[in-house]
């Protein structure tokens, strides 16, 4: 957006050496990003950096400044945050400091004064998203770890369900009044986009739907699949909800070049599933869509939650022993993090099931633990680690409740993560590349801890 109205541009990776090297040279009036919550210490650590170096506004976006917009009062490297979507109120923060425009004027715009937070009035949810210019990835060309054989495409905005432990709910309810928050690109923008990309990167083999929920209506999901094979023919991957699957979407899907989908199980108890999580839907709707996707021949990748609030060890067992009878070709587990400001986040501090009573010492990942004072937490953290390989090796499987009982913690997580890796590359992604760009893949994968 800010390229196409004329500005200059320039992108750093999240290093302080990058970062800092990066504003150096590019000398920027305004540095700029998003974050999420838990990872965005990551992001303000590194802008305490940049700020020994540089008078440029400092802006944080994204899911944590949209729902802790008072960050922008408890962190002096920043300068100001934006709530909600803010393509259009970016552009107007920088007609301001060019002097075009009032500060009051700058749509969705957070910012201390006197020790007070000033929060602007949020701009209506854009509706035409073929009016947003496609994301410019050539300014990633510069770094190795660019991937030039899979890219991530999103086709829409927004959800209709009220998942608790999701931020949806509480989107829904700041953006209310202000336009339908559901909404998709055409069929024809997204494949434009996907013809662009493909010119730009030779070696494209692969693209990767990130929306959360690739099928919501029928007329949508099969024009593409009509359209795609003809006007793309790349395999791709896309996230489902299994009660919106059937024999038909399924085969579509597969016409259409889907390789792979992930869908949620979160647990076998529908106890904890609909009335913890929110997700409505019965056992027998998920076996039906696990069913319908395997016919077809697709890959699947169940997601899973452990360590529920309410819920036992014998409850993520059981999880386990469904994704078992199930037989998804990988099974994708996490931990319940309750973020603050969801509705699972409310029900765990009303509880008293935080740790620290506050749930503000999140980790960076849903990986790496849990913040609940629940029962069998340090099983329920290994049984995490376990989940997945015990799913594809039955002697560990049959093994798991003395396992978890060790403190073998390093070596459950070099298990973890080599297994993870291996499935997701030989698995969900199976595209081809050299030898070399393989082994610098794989470095990068085991160096990252939030995947």
């Known amino acids: 957006?800010?390229?196409?109205?004329?500005?200059?541009?320039?992108?750093?990776?999240?290093?302080?050496?990058?970062?800092?090297?990066?504003?150096?040279?590019?000398?920027?009036?305004?540095?700029?990003?998003?974050?999420?919550?838990?990872?965005?210490?990551?992001?303000?650590?590194?802008?305490?950096?940049?700020?020994?170096?540089?008078?440029?506004?400092?802006?944080?976006?994204?899911?944590?400044?949209?729902?802790?917009?008072?960050?922008?009062?408890?962190?002096?490297?920043?300068?100001?945050?934006?709530?909600?979507?803010?393509?259009?109120?970016?552009?107007?923060?920088?007609?301001?400091?060019?002097?075009?425009?009032?500060?009051?004027?700058?749509?969705?715009?957070?910012?201390?004064?006197?020790?007070?937070?000033?929060?602007?009035?949020?701009?209506?949810?854009?509706?035409d998203l073929d009016s947003i210019p496609f994301p410019d990835r050539s300014f990633y060309a510069r770094y190795d770890m660019a991937n030039r054989r899979a890219v991530f495409v999103i086709t829409g905005r927004g959800s209709p369900y009220g998942c608790t432990y999701c931020f949806n709910h509480a989107f829904k309810k700041l953006y209310s009044g202000l336009g339908p928050v559901c909404r998709r690109r055409s069929v024809g923008n997204v494949l434009e986009e996907i013809r662009k990309v493909r010119e730009a990167m030779p070696s494209l083999s692969m693209i990767v739907f990130q929306d959360d929920i690739f099928i919501l209506d029928r007329d949508w999901p099969m024009d593409f699949c009509r359209r795609y094979p003809r006007e793309v023919g790349l395999p791709f991957h896309c996230h489902l909800r299994a009660n919106l699957v059937n024999e038909e979407v399924a085969r579509a899907l597969k016409r259409a070049g889907s390789h792979s989908v992930k869908m949620a199980i979160e647990s076998a108890s529908p106890r904890l599933r609909n009335g913890i999580l929110g997700r409505n839907m019965s056992n027998d709707t998920i076996r039906r869509a696990f069913r319908?996707?395997?016919?077809?021949?697709?890959?699947?990748?169940?997601?899973?939650?452990?360590?529920?609030?309410?819920?036992?060890?014998?409850?993520?067992?059981?999880?386990?022993?469904?994704?078992?009878r199930l037989?998804?070709?990988?099974?994708?587990?996490?931990?319940?993090?309750?973020?603050?400001?969801?509705?699972?986040?409310?029900?765990?501090?009303?509880?008293?099931?935080l740790q620290n009573g506050t749930g503000d010492?999140?980790?960076?990942?849903?990986?790496?633990?849990?913040?609940?004072?629940?029962?069998?937490?340090?099983?329920?953290?290994?049984?995490?680690?376990?989940?997945?390989?015990?799913?594809?090796?039955?002697?560990?499987?049959?093994?798991?409740?003395?396992?978890?009982?060790?403190?073998?913690?390093g070596l459950y997580d070099l298990l973890d993560r080599v297994w993870k890796g291996y499935c997701i590359k030989q698995r969900e992604f199976p595209y081809s590349m050299p030898l070399r760009e393989y082994v610098r893949s794989a470095l990068d994968y085991l160096r990252t801890r939030y995947y």
């Open 1 to 127: 957006m800010a390229r196409r109205e004329g500005h200059e541009v320039e992108v750093a990776s999240l290093s302080e050496e990058d970062i800092s090297r990066a504003v150096r040279k590019f000398e920027p009036d305004v540095v700029a990003f998003g974050a999420t919550s838990g990872f965005h210490k990551t992001y303000l650590d590194a802008m305490a950096s940049v700020r020994r170096i540089t008078d440029a506004a400092i802006v944080m976006g994204g899911a944590h400044a949209t729902f802790f917009p008072e960050v922008v009062l408890d962190s002096p490297q920043l300068d100001f945050c934006f709530r909600g979507e803010s393509e259009e109120a970016f552009l107007q923060l920088l007609s301001h400091l060019e002097g075009d425009r009032s500060i009051d004027e700058v749509g969705n715009l957070v910012r201390s004064v006197d020790g007070r937070m000033v929060s602007n009035p949020l701009l209506p949810l854009e509706q």
């Open 292 to 324: 319908a996707e395997r016919d077809a021949g697709i890959v699947i990748v169940s997601q899973n939650i452990l360590a529920l609030p309410t819920g036992t060890f014998d409850d993520d067992l059981d999880t386990l022993r469904m994704n078992c």
């Open 327 to 353: 037989g998804p070709d990988f099974a994708f587990a996490t931990l319940l993090q309750p973020y603050p400001r969801t509705e699972i986040g409310a029900f765990c501090r009303d509880r008293g099931l």
């Open 361 to 409: 010492s999140l980790p960076d990942s849903f990986f790496d633990g849990t913040v609940l004072d629940i029962p069998d937490r340090e099983r329920r953290e290994r049984l995490r680690k376990l989940f997945a390989p015990s799913i594809e090796f039955p002697f560990l499987r049959g093994r798991i409740k003395r396992l978890t009982e060790l403190p073998l913690d």
